[in-house]
């Protein structure tokens, strides 16, 4: 993005986008969750998830009648321990937080809570849900299935989605462990960040209908859709690299966000009706809470977990390498860098964040990049 970046406070980004859910319908307490998902993943510098997925994922879609702004959660099946959700195509960042919650509950009381969800909307990042569980002392478990993009191994059509299969540990560093990834090589994101800077992606991300790796990202995010690309699994193109793995994890986590809730899944999730008309994505999640103190003193855990990591950081490095990470502590560094100077947001984000604002009418808001 270059010279092109400018920073915005995190006050003015939640306020601004609190405003645009507000300006298409979205109640304001909802609203507030669905900010406080987006500013979360910006905080993070996941920033494939947070302000840029504004319009593209939310703004436009409910304007198309394709999300509905007002969420209408439904519990359809319960038991002690676990409950079935219907999202009817509501806000998946107020579905998701409502089944965390609701999975939390039961484990406190039960030592273990699951909760699957069906006929939701793209929910922002599952590290999110996961710090739900960790800040209540639980391990927490999340994954969800998505629009195809993922092609199995040996094969070349988008079959599933890039399928989060993801992991919250409470530790006694500062940050929780989250591990927060898809089961692809990288996801839609990832490849829509490369696009708004005019880059090309690396080699291995993506493959054609003839199984040959692409890299031209803004045409990649075309032929996605048509089913002309399709994402390599995570371990990559074929088995040499164990991609097989990352299609086998998918296929789980598919499975977890479908099966178990009667929902839609694979090609059911196109978003696209036989017409090819656009139509509700109907995605599924699944939120898994176990509570700790069932198993273990809670401090006992935290200390050993952290024992683990700080081992794992300490152990020796690579040639011309001076740090080891563990899941968690980049988006805790990234946090420390950015709660100072906020947001950075390249050109093309600028002219949604302007576009939104003038559709709406939003008052009040002058950033600094416009002359």
């Known amino acids: 993005m270059g010279e092109q970046v400018v920073w915005i406070d995190f006050k003015t980004m939640v306020n601004f986008m609190i405003d645009v859910f507000k300006g298409v319908g979205v109640p304001e307490d909802e609203a507030r969750t669905c900010a406080d998902v987006l500013i979360t993943a910006d905080k993070w510098g996941i ?28 519990v359809v099946r319960e038991g002690p321990t676990t409950a079935v959700v219907d999202g009817h195509h509501g806000m998946g960042q107020v ?13 406190s009381r039960y030592g273990m809570g699951m909760v699957a969800v ?19 002392g639980m391990i927490g478990m999340v994954g969800s299935n998505a629009r195809p ?22 530790t006694d560093e500062p940050f929780p462990f989250l591990l927060d990834c898809a089961t692809s090589v990288t996801q839609r994101g990832k490849i829509e960040v490369y696009a708004r800077a005019g880059k090309e ?5 993506v493959i ?7 890299t031209d990202a803004q045409q990649i995010l075309l032929d996605l859709v048509k089913g002309k690309a399709a994402l390599a699994p995570l371990g990559g193109i074929g088995e040499e690299n164990a991609g097989y793995k990352g299609y086998g994890y998918a296929t789980v986590v598919e499975i ?30 699944f939120f898994i809470a176990v509570d700790i103190a069932a198993f273990t003193e809670l401090a006992s855990f935290k200390k050993r977990t952290g024992e683990i990591l700080r081992e794992l950081r300490a152990s020796r490095k690579a040639p011309g390498q001076d740090r080891i990470y563990t899941a ?27 576009s939104m604002r003038d559709e709406l009418g939003l008052t009040g808001y002058r950033f600094s990049f416009e002359k």
């Not at 199995?152 to 993801?166: A, S």
Request: hydrophobic share 35%.
């Open 256 to 285: 977890l966000s479908a099966a178990l809730q009667g929902g839609a899944f694979l090609k059911g999730l196109s978003g696209l009706d036989e017409a090819g008309q656009k139509v509700p994505y109907g995605l599924g999640h």
């Open 95 to 107: 579905i998701a937080k409502k089944a965390m919650v609701l999975a939390i509950d039961k484990a």
């Open 208 to 214: 054609d209908s003839k199984g040959r790796s692409r």
């Open 328 to 354: 968690g502590e980049k988006e805790h560094l990234a946090w420390l860098e950015r709660k100072e100077k906020g947001v950075p947001v390249g050109i093309k984000l600028q002219e949604e964040m302007v």
């Open 149 to 170: 993009s993922i092609a199995p191994t040996f094969g070349v059509e988008n079959m599933l989605g890039t399928n989060p299969l993801t992991f919250g540990f409470p």
């Open 201 to 205: 992606i690396p080699h291995g991300w």
């Open 118 to 136: 069906r006929n939701s909307t793209h929910f922002g990042i599952c590290g999110y849900y996961l710090k739900m569980a960790t800040d209540a």
């Open 47 to 74: 920033d494939s998830h947070g302000i840029g997925r504004l319009k593209t994922i939310y703004y436009d879609r409910i304007k198309e009648g394709i999300q509905f702004p007002v969420t209408n959660m439904e």
